[in-house]
Structures are given as structure tokens and as C-alpha cells.
């Protein structure tokens, strides 16, 4: 996919940045630049990149009194195997409803709980 | 072939089949470059038309695919023109976590309120207050129920349950059951 044709031609401390944020999970840009060890320009200039380039996401906050952005991985980075109950995968999937007692929930579960 | 890496994945191949069901999958499983016609996948993949078009509509309800109609001034026929939007599915996936993390927590705090009775010929799990109606006899086959622990279940629930809350970045689910 493009993300990783993007990712090849990142800079060391744009890696470095999108690193963290994958570890973290999330963290303010306040605090960004502070555990990147780089000045909060130069961390303003990493987000910037990251972000046009669709790798991370950027919302807006209040942290500490202060205005910032919450800096947090995008789906694609996420671990989808947790979908997966042994080799079934979750029975909610191309479902409108949410059925926590279904038979196909119950299948799922016993799978959880048995095959892994 | 587009989103190759995407394809990679075992659980969005699954996702996709699930979506599908096997006589879709060929069509799911190899998105072209840019937009295509019905006809065109049909020919190159050797399927039924009928069989191309019903993948293609289920893709396109789950936003998966969208199309354009061209007319032929001619003729008037209508074109469809396809393209797959693939690029939606790790969000889509995302939800889905949401979704299951909602059912897990539901389920586990059922799972530890009541006490459950199975019965170990039929394989059938009662509710206490069942297996009393039913004098802790099973109705189907007459044998005696008998208590059944359910910790390896509950264990199990909390701990993906725990996984899901890390990856997701929440605290408790954010979806309705």
C-alpha cells in the first residue's frame, strides 16, 4: 500500500517520531518532541509530515491547560488478529446487530477459550 | 493487482470472504488498478457475470467498492464502471474491534453472574434457575446436570478483553449492545 511506500522515505527522526507514536499508542505533541528530544519546532515539523503523509492521526485538545494535539497511530497499524477466536473470526462482522448471546458469540468465546 | 499488501493479511482475507462467501472471493481477493467493468472481471477471472455482480454489490453495501454509470449514446446502454475502495478497510476492521469488545464485555459480566448447570450427554448449558425448572434433569435426555465451572472462560474473555481496551486506547467499549 502507498502508507509503506511513504514509510521507506521517511527521515530518520520522522521514523523515529512515528515509532513512538506506534509504541505510545498516543501521545500530546507536547510531550512528543520532549521524549524525541528534539525542539518543539522541529517535533511541529515531524507531525506536520507525518500526518500529510496519512500515517498518523492528528486531533486537536486541551492537555494540561494548554492547547495541543493528541497524536495516535492510524488503523492500519492495529493488530486484527483480535478479531480472531482460534480460526474463527468475529461473528459480528457484515452484521447490523450485536448479539452478545448468540449461538455464533458462544461459538466464538468457547473457541477463545479452548483452541488458543 | 491493487492493495497487495493489504491482502496480506490473513484476517482481512478472512474479513473479505466472510463478506462474500466463496464464489465472491475471486473477484474480493484481486482488486484491479483503477476502474473495471462487470464484464471485464467476469472474462478475466472466468466467473459468471451473475456471480461478479453479486460480489461487486455486496462490496459496494459495505463500502468497499463504488461505480460510476456511463450511458452509450448509441445504444443507451448503461456501463458500470468499478472501483474498489479497499483503502477503507482497516477502519472498517477498527470498528469491528469496537463492536466486539462491546459483546465481550457484555458477556462477561454474564458469564460471571450466573451459575451454570451442563448437561454432559447432550452437551446443553442451563442457567441455575433453568436446571431447577427442570429438577437438575436434562429435558431432552433424563441424565443429571451437573455443575459446570466457567472460570477458563471468563479468563479467557478478560484477557482479550484487556488486549482489545490497549490496542483500541479505551477504556471500556464506546459501542452500544
Not at chain 1, 57 to 83: C, K, M, V, W
Not at chain 1, 93 to 102: F, K, M, P, R, Y
Not at chain 2, 128 to 156: H, I, K, Y
Amino acid at each position: 500500500m502507498s502508507a509503506t511506500a511513504s514509510e521507506e522515505e521517511l527521515s530518520e527522526d520522522e521514523l523515529a517520531g512515528l515509532e513512538l507514536i506506534r509504541e505510545t499508542g498516543g501521545i500530546h505533541q507536547s510531550n512528543f518532541w520532549k521524549e524525541l528530544d528534539v525542539s518543539s519546532r522541529k517535533g511541529s515539523r515531524i507531525v506536520d509530515s507525518l500526518s500529510e503523509k496519512g500515517l498518523i492521526n492528528r486531533d486537536e485538545t486541551i492537555y494540561e491547560g494548554h492547547n495541543t494535539y493528541y497524536l495516535t497511530p492510524t488503523a492500519q497499524d492495529l493488530d486484527f488478529s483480535l478479531l480472531m477466536a482460534g480460526d474463527m473470526l468475529s461473528p459480528f462482522v457484515g452484521d447490523e446487530e450485536i448479539d452478545a448471546h448468540s449461538d455464533a458469540f458462544s461459538q466464538w468465546v468457547m473457541n477463545l477459550a479452548y483452541e488458543e | 493487482m491493487a492493495f497487495e499488501e493489504l491482502l496480506e493479511d490473513p484476517v482481512i482475507q478472512k474479513y473479505l470472504h466472510e463478506l462474500v462467501g466463496p464464489k465472491g472471493m475471486p473477484v474480493a481477493a484481486a482488486p484491479p488498478d483503477g476502474e473495471v467493468t462487470d464484464e471485464e472481471l467476469a472474462e478475466e477471472l472466468g466467473l459468471e457475470l451473475n456471480d461478479v455482480r453479486r460480489a461487486l454489490f455486496i462490496l459496494y453495501e459495505n463500502d468497499l467498492a463504488s461505480y460510476r454509470r456511463l450511458r452509450d449514446e448509441d445504444s443507451g446502454w448503461l456501463t458500470y464502471l468499478w472501483t474498489f475502495e479497499y483503502d477503507k478497510i482497516p477502519e472498517q476492521l477498527e470498528e469491528e474491534m469496537h463492536r466486539l469488545l462491546a459483546a465481550l464485555e457484555e458477556r462477561r459480566q454474564y458469564e460471571r453472574n450466573h451459575e451454570f448447570y451442563l448437561c454432559e450427554t447432550d452437551g446443553i448449558r442451563f442457567e441455575f434457575a433453568e436446571a431447577m425448572d427442570f429438577g437438575f434433569e436434562c429435558p431432552q435426555c433424563g441424565s443429571e446436570l451437573q455443575s459446570l465451572e466457567n472460570t477458563r472462560l471468563v479468563e479467557s474473555m478478560e484477557g482479550r478483553i484487556d488486549a482489545l481496551r490497549d490496542e483500541l486506547n479505551v477504556e471500556s467499549a464506546e459501542v452500544e449492545v
